[in-house]
C-alpha cells in the first residue's frame, strides 16, 4: 500500500516542500528511506520505529520504502520524523490517508512525543505561499 504526507523543509534561509512517501510491499521486513536524506534523516528510522511502538501502533512486518521527495534536495535534520510515521501509518491503514492541505513537521522522541525543530517560519512561509491551509507543528514552535 502506498501514502503520501505533506511537510517542509529549510535550505539556506528559505523553505521548500517536500513530500513524505511510504510504500508497504512484500519481501523481508526492513524500513529503507531515501531522497537524498543526511545522517539525522537516515537515523528518523530507529525514532519512528520506536515511536511506533511506543504509541500503540503495530510496525508492518514488510519491506517499507520512504521516499522524501524532491530527491534532488538534501534533506537535514530531524524535521521529518512525523511526516514519515503519518505516511507509514497511513500505508498501512492504521491511520486515514491525509489531507493534501495540510503538512506536517516534527522530531519524534522515542515515546513518540514531539520535540521543536529548527526553522518553523521559513517553513511555514513556504506552506503558506504554497497554499497549504493546516501546518502541524510541535507545540514548543
Known amino acids: ?38 545522517s539525522a534523516v537516515k537515523e528518523a528510522a530507529d525514532r519512528v520505529r520506536s515511536a511506533a511502538k511506543n504509541l500503540g501502533y503495530a510496525w508492518p512486518p514488510s519491506r517499507i520504502t520512504v ?9 537535514t535534520g530531524p524535521v521529518y520524523d512525523l511526516p514519515v510515521l503519518l505516511a507509514l501509518l497511513c500505508a498501512s491503514g492504521q491511520l486515514p490517508r491525509q489531507n493534501s492541505a495540510r503538512a506536517f513537521v516534527g522530531e519524534l522522541s522515542l515515546d513518540g512525543a514531539l520535540r521543536p525543530v529548527a526553522g518553523i517560519l521559513p517553513m511555514a512561509l513556504a506552506a503558506a505561499g504554497c497554499g497549504v491551509g493546516e501546518l502541524f507543528v510541535p507545540a514548543e514552535n
Open 1 to 38: 500500500m502506498f501514502a503520501k504526507v505533506n511537510s517542509f523543509g529549510v535550505k539556506g534561509l528559505a523553505g521548500f516542500a517536500v513530500t513524505a512517501e511510504a510504500d508497504i510491499s512484500g519481501g523481508l521486513p526492513q524500513l529503507a528511506i531515501v531522497g537524498l536524506p543526511d
Open 67 to 75: 521516499n522524501l521527495a524532491p530527491a534532488d534536495v538534501r534533506k
